[in-house]
């Protein structure tokens, strides 16, 4: 089924008569060559699809384009450029909590997600915030500690 679709996407106004069934991951990533949210599982298991719908840190992958009508939607790609992703970016990569990159993308946003609700997390706030994402290279250490650098580092940020 189609209907006129309106969606607000990294800033952007987008109108499309695609199916109201399409997965909102596949949206992104098929028609709009936004490859940033990557499906992992499929089943809002891995947090490698991790958008941010309205303010809230939800897996693409469950989601489709006609329950999002009208929403804002932000993903990995409409953060940079920000100074919140530059402080994200640079504190990942100096903790070492980019390793093959590809749960990096929904990491990022779960950690944005995060510091905009917490912006001074304890250890455990980091790990409930990031707890929807798999990563199967870093054994999350360094990510938690880039996620606490970026929180003292871009202090006033979020």
């Known amino acids: 089924m189609s209907n006129t679709i309106t969606l607000k996407i990294n800033n952007k106004t987008i109108t ?7 997965r909102l991951l596949d949206f992104l990533r098929e028609d709009l060559d936004i490859t940033g949210p ?9 947090g490698a699809c991790a958008v941010i ?11 489709t384009i006609g329950s ?3 929403k804002e939607i932000i993903t990995v ?3 940079k450029g920000t100074k919140q992703f530059d402080v994200l970016e640079k504190c ?4 070492g909590a980019v390793q093959c990159g590809f749960c990096t993308p929904g990491m990022i946003m779960a950690a944005h997600a995060l510091l905009s609700k917490i912006p001074k997390p304890t250890e455990d706030d980091v790990r409930d915030g990031i707890s929807g994402n798999l ?5 999350y250490n360094m990510i938690i500690n880039g996620i606490l650098m970026a929180s003292k580092r871009g202090d006033g940020l979020w």
Do not use: H, M, P, Y
């Open 68 to 70: 999002v009508q009208e």
């Open 38 to 46: 990557k499906e992992g599982c499929g089943e809002g298991e891995c």
């Open 92 to 95: 990942f990569a100096e903790a």
């Open 16 to 22: 499309t008569e695609e199916s109201s069934t399409k």
């Open 77 to 79: 790609e409409g953060l």
């Open 53 to 63: 719908i309205d303010k809230e840190l939800i897996n693409s992958c469950l989601v």
């Open 135 to 139: 990563c199967r290279c870093t054994g």
